[in-house]
């Protein structure tokens, strides 16, 4: 005699989940849709101006180190949790950098592959120690990351004595600060790119950014169904300071600096991109792609109040307000979308389900 078994309807089960992972590219559709309108309208408020290559190159360049900034602190706020710490360890791992490759002697591609290893060594170093204590010590993140902000910046400046160092190798700052790869193309907008689509495929065709996701829904259904939590959030942080690591060797290239005092608003300014750009605060929703998009908004406004005559500074009041209309707007979608049902991990249940009765 033969029993069959029926799975259950994946309306009931994956309801929550693929009615917010639908939110969260509609958002990103809305960011960027907002994204074309704002060009449009700098566009004809200066189209001598605004629309030119040169402009658009600028605006590129400056998107570009947060972007690779952005990719780590999606992970990291997918997960649930937070870093305010990339932007110290952005400065800490390029003043390394600087001091090694100076030690080391040279202008070529040699002594900038020294300092790339020091630089991703030190952002590394701080985001392994961040995993081990949100993971394994049970700190908050923003606590733990609160801490390494400061810790990172004052090791920085005890290291310069509080002055930026500015003899960063000329092959790093001519090939890649301020060198194009194909016409006006510029090498440091390519390597982000890079980054940004190495990003994208380890989110979401892989493993590790399965068990992000799945963690940020729900981490207990998540360890239940066999994911090494306190493993995995240890990962997630540590490829996040590897991030910034590497940012900050891209950082010297571009500014010829470390930029010891010009970093203060970096962590703000890329978790308010993330968060424009479609990813939850609130964890288990998000998108790399969505994060660009997200990060283009500030820079974008910026250029274009500059260039209009606007002062920059409302920049800031107006992403501010955009950021908080967006969380609130998520609230609100993740409410309706989760009211009455009960959170679950089809996605892993499943196959966990399957293992177990392969091995039946």
């Known amino acids: 005699m033969s029993t069959t078994t029926t799975a259950p309807p994946a309306s009931t089960e994956d309801a929550p989940t693929s009615r917010l992972s639908r939110i969260s590219r509609l ?37 570009a180190i947060y972007a690779v900034l952005g990719v780590g602190m999606t992970f990291v706020i ?35 592959l020294v300092g790339l290893v020091a630089a991703l060594a030190s952002g590394l170093a701080w985001g392994l120690l961040n995993g081990i204590l949100v993971a394994k010590a049970k700190v908050p993140p923003l606590v733990v990351t609160l801490g390494s902000l400061s810790a990172a910046l004052g090791f920085a400046q005890i290291i310069t004595k509080g002055l930026d160092l500015r003899d960063a190798p000329q092959t790093l700052v001519n090939d890649i600060g301020f060198g194009n790869i194909v016409g006006q193309v510029p090498t440091i907008a390519v390597v982000s790119a890079v980054v940004v689509i190495f990003g994208i495929v380890l989110l979401h065709r892989t493993r590790l950014g399965l068990y992000t996701y799945a963690i940020g829904s729900n981490a207990e259904a998540g360890r239940r169904a066999g994911v090494k939590v306190e493993r995995h959030l240890i990962k997630v942080y540590a490829f996040a300071g590897l991030l910034a690591g590497f940012a900050g060797l891209l950082n010297l290239g571009f500014f010829q600096s470390t930029t010891i005092g010009g970093q203060s608003n970096t962590p703000l300014n890329v978790i308010a991109g993330v968060a424009i750009g479609g990813t939850s605060l609130f964890g288990g929703i998000g998108s790399v792609f969505g994060t660009v998009i997200g990060l283009f908004i500030p820079i974008v406004l910026q250029n274009g109040f500059i260039q209009t005559g606007v002062q920059p500074f409302w920049q800031q009041v107006v992403v501010g307000a955009v950021l908080v209309a967006v969380v609130y707007v998520d609230q609100l979608r993740r409410a309706a979308a989760l009211r009455g049902t009960k959170t679950r991990l089809p996605f892993l249940s499943r196959a966990g389900s399957t293992s177990r009765k392969g091995s039946a």
Not at 41 to 62: C, H, K, M, S
Not at 80 to 93: E, P, R
Not at 100 to 109: N, T
């Open 27 to 63: 958002q990103a559709l809305q960011i960027l849709i907002l994204l074309v309108v704002t060009i449009a309208v700098f566009t004809a408020l200066r189209p001598d101006t605004f629309l030119t290559g040169f402009n658009i190159r600028g605006i590129v360049q400056n998107t």
């Open 78 to 112: 997918i997960t649930g949790g937070i870093d305010l710490s990339v932007g110290s360890v952005l400065v800490f791992s390029g003043v390394v950098a600087d001091k090694i490759m100076v030690a080391y002697g040279g202008q070529g591609w040699g002594t900038v």
